[in-house]
Protein backbone atom coordinates (compact mmCIF):
# COMPACT_ATOMS: atom_id res chain seq x y z
CA UNK A 1 0.00 0.00 0.00
CA UNK A 2 0.90 3.36 -0.96
CA UNK A 3 1.51 6.52 1.85
CA UNK A 4 -1.10 9.20 1.38
CA UNK A 5 -0.07 12.68 0.60
CA UNK A 6 -2.10 14.24 3.23
CA UNK A 7 -0.50 11.28 5.27
CA UNK A 8 3.28 13.25 4.05
CA UNK A 9 1.99 16.97 4.80
CA UNK A 10 0.71 16.15 8.25
CA UNK A 11 3.87 14.84 9.24
CA UNK A 12 6.26 17.65 7.56
CA UNK A 13 3.68 20.26 9.48
CA UNK A 14 3.53 18.90 12.70
CA UNK A 15 7.59 18.39 12.38
CA UNK A 16 7.78 22.43 10.95
CA UNK A 17 5.36 23.69 12.86
CA UNK A 18 5.93 21.81 15.83
CA UNK A 19 2.82 20.20 16.97
CA UNK A 20 -0.44 18.97 16.32
CA UNK A 21 -2.15 22.08 16.65
CA UNK A 22 -0.15 24.33 14.65
CA UNK A 23 -0.35 21.67 11.66
CA UNK A 24 -3.93 21.32 12.34
CA UNK A 25 -4.12 25.75 11.63
CA UNK A 26 -2.19 25.04 8.99
CA UNK A 27 -3.66 22.96 7.14
CA UNK A 28 -7.16 23.98 7.51
CA UNK A 29 -8.44 20.39 9.44
CA UNK A 30 -9.29 19.64 12.67
CA UNK A 31 -6.38 17.67 15.36
CA UNK A 32 -8.04 14.44 15.14
CA UNK A 33 -7.68 14.68 11.24
CA UNK A 34 -3.95 14.95 12.12
CA UNK A 35 -3.34 12.43 14.19
CA UNK A 36 -5.80 10.30 11.72
CA UNK A 37 -2.81 11.23 9.03
CA UNK A 38 -0.01 10.10 11.22
CA UNK A 39 -1.82 7.15 12.17
CA UNK A 40 -2.32 5.81 8.57
CA UNK A 41 1.00 6.85 7.56
CA UNK A 42 2.48 4.77 10.32
CA UNK A 43 0.25 1.92 9.25
CA UNK A 44 1.86 1.74 5.47
CA UNK A 45 5.45 1.94 6.82
CA UNK A 46 4.56 -0.64 9.86
CA UNK A 47 6.81 1.36 12.52
CA UNK A 48 6.17 4.20 14.86
CA UNK A 49 7.54 7.40 13.36
CA UNK A 50 6.41 9.39 16.69
CA UNK A 51 6.95 9.40 19.83
CA UNK A 52 6.61 11.52 23.01
CA UNK A 53 9.57 13.02 24.83
CA UNK A 54 9.66 15.48 27.12
CA UNK A 55 6.01 16.37 26.24
CA UNK A 56 6.15 16.78 22.78
CA UNK A 57 6.07 15.24 19.89
CA UNK A 58 9.71 13.91 18.50
CA UNK A 59 10.59 11.82 15.23
CA UNK A 60 12.04 8.67 15.39
CA UNK A 61 14.74 7.29 13.91
CA UNK A 62 12.56 5.86 11.29
CA UNK A 63 10.45 9.15 11.42
CA UNK A 64 13.25 11.07 10.57
CA UNK A 65 13.81 8.90 7.11
CA UNK A 66 10.45 9.47 5.92
CA UNK A 67 10.16 12.76 7.12
CA UNK A 68 13.32 13.70 4.66
CA UNK A 69 11.21 11.55 1.74
CA UNK A 70 8.20 13.33 2.90
CA UNK A 71 10.24 16.86 2.13
CA UNK A 72 11.20 15.90 -1.36
CA UNK A 73 8.21 14.37 -2.73
CA UNK A 74 5.88 16.97 -1.76
CA UNK A 75 8.22 19.67 -2.86
CA UNK A 76 8.83 17.99 -6.30
CA UNK A 77 4.67 17.66 -6.63
CA UNK A 78 4.37 21.40 -6.22
CA UNK A 79 6.99 22.20 -8.47
CA UNK A 80 5.38 19.34 -11.02
CA UNK A 81 1.83 21.14 -10.56
CA UNK A 82 3.25 24.15 -11.18
CA UNK A 83 4.66 23.36 -14.37
CA UNK A 84 1.72 21.30 -15.37
CA UNK A 85 -0.22 24.86 -15.11
CA UNK A 86 2.44 26.67 -17.52
CA UNK A 87 1.88 24.04 -19.76
CA UNK A 88 -2.06 24.18 -20.00
CA UNK A 89 -1.79 28.23 -19.30
CA UNK A 90 1.24 28.94 -21.86
CA UNK A 91 2.60 31.21 -19.10
CA UNK A 92 6.28 30.53 -18.88
CA UNK A 93 7.60 33.85 -17.81
CA UNK A 94 7.19 36.24 -15.45
CA UNK A 95 8.21 40.22 -15.18
CA UNK A 96 9.47 40.95 -11.73
CA UNK A 97 10.26 44.48 -10.52
CA UNK A 98 12.32 45.37 -7.38
CA UNK A 99 13.74 48.19 -5.34
CA UNK A 100 17.19 48.80 -6.04
CA UNK A 101 18.61 48.13 -2.87
CA UNK A 102 16.99 45.10 -3.31
CA UNK A 103 18.39 44.03 -7.32
CA UNK A 104 21.77 45.27 -6.14
CA UNK A 105 22.08 42.76 -3.17
CA UNK A 106 19.58 40.01 -2.92
CA UNK A 107 17.88 39.44 -6.33
CA UNK A 108 21.39 37.56 -8.29
CA UNK A 109 21.32 34.63 -5.54
CA UNK A 110 17.12 34.93 -5.91
CA UNK A 111 17.23 34.50 -9.52
CA UNK A 112 20.23 32.09 -9.47
CA UNK A 113 18.05 29.57 -7.00
CA UNK A 114 14.75 30.07 -9.22
CA UNK A 115 16.48 28.99 -12.14
CA UNK A 116 18.05 25.64 -10.04
CA UNK A 117 14.35 25.10 -9.01
CA UNK A 118 12.48 25.71 -12.15
CA UNK A 119 14.88 25.99 -15.17
CA UNK A 120 11.87 25.91 -17.76
CA UNK A 121 10.91 29.32 -16.19
CA UNK A 122 12.78 32.42 -17.00
CA UNK A 123 12.19 35.80 -15.21
CA UNK A 124 12.49 38.94 -16.83
CA UNK A 125 13.58 41.59 -13.76
CA UNK A 126 13.81 45.23 -13.45
CA UNK A 127 14.98 47.42 -10.86
CA UNK A 128 13.19 50.99 -10.11
CA UNK A 129 11.38 53.11 -7.48
CA UNK A 130 8.90 52.73 -5.66
CA UNK A 131 6.46 54.79 -7.04
CA UNK A 132 6.87 53.76 -10.73
CA UNK A 133 7.15 50.13 -9.85
CA UNK A 134 3.54 50.72 -8.08
CA UNK A 135 2.52 52.00 -11.41
CA UNK A 136 3.66 48.80 -13.30
CA UNK A 137 1.74 46.45 -10.89
CA UNK A 138 -1.68 48.57 -11.63
CA UNK A 139 -1.51 48.70 -15.13
CA UNK A 140 -0.27 44.98 -15.55
CA UNK A 141 3.24 45.71 -16.84
CA UNK A 142 4.93 43.58 -14.32
CA UNK A 143 3.91 40.95 -12.60
CA UNK A 144 5.44 40.34 -9.08
CA UNK A 145 7.24 43.02 -7.35
CA UNK A 146 9.80 42.52 -4.46
CA UNK A 147 9.90 46.02 -1.84
CA UNK A 148 11.28 47.81 0.87
CA UNK A 149 8.11 49.59 1.36
CA UNK A 150 4.40 48.02 1.19
CA UNK A 151 2.27 49.74 -1.56
CA UNK A 152 -1.28 51.01 -0.50
CA UNK A 153 -3.43 50.50 -3.08
CA UNK A 154 -6.47 48.27 -3.50
CA UNK A 155 -5.42 46.16 -6.33
CA UNK A 156 -2.97 45.35 -4.85
CA UNK A 157 -1.98 41.87 -2.33
CA UNK A 158 1.23 42.68 -0.10
CA UNK A 159 2.39 39.70 1.70
CA UNK A 160 5.44 39.60 4.00
CA UNK A 161 8.33 38.79 3.02
CA UNK A 162 11.45 38.99 5.46
CA UNK A 163 12.55 41.33 8.63
CA UNK A 164 15.25 44.18 8.26
CA UNK A 165 17.07 46.72 9.68
CA UNK A 166 18.62 49.65 8.25
CA UNK A 167 22.17 49.99 10.45
CA UNK A 168 23.99 53.20 11.32
CA UNK A 169 27.32 52.80 9.91
CA UNK A 170 30.68 54.39 9.50
CA UNK A 171 34.14 53.57 8.04
CA UNK A 172 36.50 51.61 10.11
CA UNK A 173 38.93 55.02 10.64
CA UNK A 174 36.27 57.02 11.58
CA UNK A 175 36.21 58.22 15.18
CA UNK A 176 32.78 56.26 16.19
CA UNK A 177 34.44 53.03 14.88
CA UNK A 178 34.32 50.30 17.57
CA UNK A 179 31.77 52.40 20.08
CA UNK A 180 30.11 50.26 22.51
CA UNK A 181 26.89 52.18 22.11
CA UNK A 182 26.12 55.85 20.63
CA UNK A 183 23.60 58.27 22.92
CA UNK A 184 20.28 58.54 20.95
CA UNK A 185 21.30 62.55 21.20
CA UNK A 186 24.15 62.62 19.24
CA UNK A 187 22.61 61.43 16.21
CA UNK A 188 22.05 64.92 15.39
CA UNK A 189 25.67 65.97 15.56
CA UNK A 190 27.15 63.07 13.20
CA UNK A 191 27.61 64.33 9.37
CA UNK A 192 26.08 62.17 7.20
CA UNK A 193 25.93 60.75 3.22
CA UNK A 194 22.41 59.47 2.72
CA UNK A 195 20.05 58.31 0.00
CA UNK A 196 18.39 60.68 -1.80
CA UNK A 197 15.11 61.97 -0.81
CA UNK A 198 11.98 59.94 -1.74
CA UNK A 199 14.15 57.07 -1.58
CA UNK A 200 12.60 54.14 0.49
CA UNK A 201 15.62 53.92 2.41
CA UNK A 202 15.42 57.61 3.67
CA UNK A 203 11.92 57.53 4.06
CA UNK A 204 11.91 54.99 6.51
CA UNK A 205 15.01 56.47 8.12
CA UNK A 206 13.15 60.01 8.10
CA UNK A 207 9.79 58.12 9.99
CA UNK A 208 12.22 56.58 12.46
CA UNK A 209 13.50 59.78 13.76
CA UNK A 210 10.66 61.48 13.71
CA UNK A 211 9.27 59.19 15.77
CA UNK A 212 12.07 60.18 18.81
CA UNK A 213 11.50 64.02 17.96
CA UNK A 214 14.68 64.34 15.73
CA UNK A 215 13.46 66.40 12.47
CA UNK A 216 16.80 67.34 11.18
CA UNK A 217 19.99 65.99 10.35
CA UNK A 218 23.50 67.24 9.30
CA UNK A 219 23.50 66.26 5.47
CA UNK A 220 26.67 66.91 3.18
CA UNK A 221 25.82 64.53 0.68
CA UNK A 222 23.12 62.94 -1.05
CA UNK A 223 23.86 59.55 -3.61
CA UNK A 224 21.97 57.70 -5.43
CA UNK A 225 23.65 54.46 -4.16
CA UNK A 226 24.49 52.64 -1.72
CA UNK A 227 27.87 50.87 -3.21
CA UNK A 228 28.74 54.86 -3.71
CA UNK A 229 28.02 55.83 0.26
CA UNK A 230 29.61 52.44 1.24
CA UNK A 231 33.03 53.56 -0.35
CA UNK A 232 32.47 57.38 0.92
CA UNK A 233 32.08 55.70 4.43
CA UNK A 234 35.48 54.00 4.03
CA UNK A 235 37.11 57.66 3.94
CA UNK A 236 36.30 57.92 7.38
CA UNK A 237 34.51 61.34 7.76
CA UNK A 238 30.83 60.10 7.42
CA UNK A 239 28.02 58.05 8.80
CA UNK A 240 24.92 56.73 7.21
CA UNK A 241 21.61 54.41 7.40
CA UNK A 242 21.82 51.37 5.19
CA UNK A 243 20.13 48.45 4.84
CA UNK A 244 21.30 45.24 7.05
CA UNK A 245 21.58 43.23 3.96
CA UNK A 246 23.39 45.26 1.99
CA UNK A 247 26.30 46.03 4.64
CA UNK A 248 26.83 43.01 6.52
CA UNK A 249 29.75 41.42 4.54
CA UNK A 250 31.10 44.69 4.44
CA UNK A 251 30.53 44.63 8.49
CA UNK A 252 32.29 41.58 8.94
CA UNK A 253 35.51 41.76 6.89
CA UNK A 254 36.02 45.06 9.01
CA UNK A 255 35.48 47.62 6.07
CA UNK A 256 32.18 49.41 7.84
CA UNK A 257 31.38 49.11 11.53
CA UNK A 258 28.14 49.01 12.92
CA UNK A 259 27.26 52.18 15.46
CA UNK A 260 24.74 50.99 18.03
CA UNK A 261 22.27 53.71 19.90
CA UNK A 262 20.88 53.28 22.54
CA UNK A 263 17.36 52.54 22.96
CA UNK A 264 16.93 53.16 18.66
CA UNK A 265 16.57 50.67 15.96
CA UNK A 266 14.68 50.87 12.57
CA UNK A 267 13.68 47.58 12.36
CA UNK A 268 11.43 47.27 8.73
CA UNK A 269 9.88 44.58 6.70
CA UNK A 270 10.43 43.58 3.01
CA UNK A 271 7.50 43.25 1.08
CA UNK A 272 6.21 40.84 -1.99
CA UNK A 273 3.30 42.64 -3.96
CA UNK A 274 1.22 41.71 -6.92
CA UNK A 275 -1.87 42.52 -8.56
CA UNK A 276 -4.99 40.59 -7.52
CA UNK A 277 -5.10 39.96 -11.24
CA UNK A 278 -1.79 37.96 -10.90
CA UNK A 279 -2.92 35.64 -8.01
CA UNK A 280 -2.61 32.56 -10.49
CA UNK A 281 0.05 33.43 -12.37
CA UNK A 282 2.26 29.86 -12.19
CA UNK A 283 5.97 31.63 -12.24
CA UNK A 284 4.37 34.32 -9.94
CA UNK A 285 3.38 31.86 -7.31
CA UNK A 286 6.28 29.22 -7.99
CA UNK A 287 8.71 32.55 -7.30
CA UNK A 288 6.68 33.61 -4.10
CA UNK A 289 6.89 29.62 -2.94
CA UNK A 290 10.66 29.90 -2.76
CA UNK A 291 10.66 32.93 -1.26
CA UNK A 292 8.57 31.52 1.38
CA UNK A 293 10.41 28.50 2.29
CA UNK A 294 12.70 28.76 5.33
Same mark, same amino acid.
Given at each position: ???? +??????? /??????????????????????? +?? /?? /???EKVYGIPLTERRSGRLQLTQAGEKVYLLAVQTLDRQRALATELQVLTSGLESMRLQVNFAIGEHLLPELLIRFDDLYPNFRVESRMGYGRKILTELTTGIADLALLEQAPDHPDVLVQKWMDDELWLLCGSTHPLANTDLLPVADLSSLNYVLREKHSSIRDGMEEALQRIGIEQLQVAMEVGSNETITEILTRGKHVSFLPRFAVEESVRNGELFHIKVTGFRIIRTLWIARHRSKLEHPVAEAFVGMLQDK
Open positions: MLPD +TNGWAAL /RAVVELGGVSEAAKALHVGQPAI +TK /RL /RAL
